[in-house]
Nanobody, 115 residues
Framework: QVQLVESGGGLVQPGGSLRLSCAAS????????MGWYRRAPGKQRELVARITSLGNTMYEDFVKGRFLISRDNAKNTVSLQMNSLKPEDTAVYYCNRYPVVGTDWGQGTQVTVSS
């Protein structure tokens, strides 16, 4: 089982950048595909991007070209560099395995994009 702690969120103006980090512990992190997800107010949680154990990445269309997912298996961390942020990116961001196994999630980190 993987324990997850997200950080790095905050308030940013449209067009700005943030870098989110996820610290994972408790299991064999490096073999898992990991994903960043988000839940916007009034909406269901959705996948944003994912990265395989070998570093292959996939992005949802709504963040493609703006966000960059990366991982450091030696440090058990997954990061999400978010550029050109838009108000519609406002959400609580979570990391987790992809696909999700079980119902456990971290506390997430709030990202608010507003002028």
């Amino acid at each position: 089982q993987v324990q997850l702690v997200e950080s790095g969120g905050g308030l940013v103006q449209p067009g700005g950048s943030l870098r989110l980090s996820c610290a994972a512990s408790g299991s064999i992190f490096s073999i898992y595909t990991m994903g960043w997800y988000r839940r916007a107010p009034g909406k269901q949680r959705e996948l944003v991007a994912r990265i395989t154990s070998l570093g292959n990445t996939m992005y949802e269309d709504f963040v493609k070209g703006r966000f960059l997912i990366s991982r450091d298996n030696a440090k058990n961390t997954v990061s999400l560099q978010m550029n050109s942020l838009k108000p519609e990116d406002t959400a609580v961001y979570y990391c987790n395995r992809y696909p999700v196994v079980g119902t456990d999630w971290g506390q997430g980190t709030q990202v608010t994009v507003s002028s």
